[in-house]
């Protein structure tokens, strides 16, 4: 199969504002359950949940480019035209990989064992997976990519 041209990717303003929303959003709608199912004090919890916002932050930014350029390379095709399937591939992928990266950060803050703190981190992925994909699917139809 040949290689398509050069995706139009998003501009890096674009990109931080995607970034920032998504951010906000999440800690807006995961602090309040994860105080309650974990009873760790709010102030605690939201200091944890904006570190591990920082994280997904600069992961955010990474995998989505770093996606998008690949679908773009192979299909010709821009993230906002992304099928329903690919998106729900596209929010796993960037779950399973943010799961990676925050494990240890919660072990460590929470003094959980890796257990518990591991099915913390699924439920926080899994709510975060089911925002992600109604996030970027919003994010596409409101800010659509420019044509060349």
């Known amino acids: ?69 690949v679908e773009g390379r192979r299909t010709g095709r821009t993230a906002d035209r992304r099928p329903f399937m690919l998106r ?8 399973g990989g943010l799961l990676l990266l925050t494990l240890p950060v919660i072990v460590a803050w929470t003094g959980m064992g890796w257990l518990p703190a591991l099915l913390a981190d699924l439920g926080l992925a899994l709510a975060y997976t089911l925002y992600a994909l109604l996030f970027n699917l919003g994010y596409d139809r409101l800010f659509p990519i420019p044509a060349r």
């Not at 999440?26 to 974990?38: D, K, M, N």
């Not at 729900?88 to 779950?95: I, K, P, R, T, V």
């Open 88 to 95: 729900c591939l596209h929010a796993c992928g960037f779950e």
């Open 1 to 69: 199969m040949p290689a398509a041209t050069a995706p139009v990717l998003r501009s890096l303003a674009d990109r931080l504002r995607q970034i920032l929303l998504f951010e906000l959003g999440g800690l807006l709608l995961v602090t309040p359950p994860f105080v309650w199912l974990t009873g760790t004090p709010a102030a605690e919890s939201l200091a944890l949940l904006a570190i591990l916002a920082l994280i997904a932050a600069v992961w955010n930014g990474a995998y989505n480019t770093a996606f998008d350029w």
